[in-house]
C-alpha cells in the first residue's frame, strides 16, 4: 500500500521556523522526485519546491532562501526545513511524488504525481 504520511505542521508566530516530513512507503521512493505543494484557504494549490531522485533542488522564487528541501532515500523521507515563516506561508501543505523521468514537475495540481499525502497545516500568526 503506496503512503506519504506528512507531520510537524503547527502553529508559529512570524520569523519562526519548522521541520515537515514526509513518510513514504509502498513504492520506489528513491527512484521519485518528490515534492513539496501547499494550497491556501481558498487559493489554488501552488508548487513550493521539489528535490529529484538525485538529490538537485529547486524552490519557487517566494521561498528561496528560506526554504531547505532535502532527503534521506535510507529511510524513505522527504522535509522540508522552513526558516524566517511569513503569514503568507500559511497553507496545508503536501508532499507528493512522482516517477523521475528527466525533468522536475513544479506544478500545483495534483494529476501531476502519482503519489499525494493527506497534508500537514502550516499557520504563521502573531
Known amino acids: 500500500q503506496v503512503q506519504l504520511v506528512e507531520s510537524g505542521g503547527d502553529t508559529v508566530q512570524p520569523g519562526g521556523s519548522l521541520r515537515l516530513s514526509c513518510a513514504a512507503s509502498?513504492?520506489?521512493?528513491?527512484?521519485?522526485?518528490m515534492t513539496w505543494v501547499r494550497q491556501a484557504s481558498g487559493k489554488e494549490p501552488e508548487w513550493v519546491s521539489g528535490?529529484?531522485?538525485?538529490?538537485?533542488?529547486y524552490y519557487t522564487e517566494s521561498v528561496k532562501g528560506r526554504f531547505t528541501i532535502s532527503r534521506d532515500n535510507a529511510k524513505n523521507m522527504v522535509y522540508l526545513q522552513m526558516n524566517s515563516l511569513k503569514p503568507e506561508d500559511t497553507a496545508v501543505y503536501y508532499c507528493?511524488?512522482?516517477?523521475?523521468?528527466?525533468?522536475?514537475?513544479?506544478?500545483?495540481?495534483?494529476?501531476?504525481?502519482?503519489?499525494w499525502g493527506q497534508g500537514t497545516q502550516v499557520t504563521v500568526s502573531p
Open positions: 528535490i529529484d531522485r538525485d538529490g538537485e533542488t
Open positions: 509502498g513504492f520506489a521512493f528513491e527512484k521519485h522526485d
Open positions: 507528493a511524488g512522482r516517477y523521475h523521468i528527466g525533468t522536475i514537475v513544479a506544478g500545483g495540481n495534483r494529476a501531476h504525481y502519482h503519489y
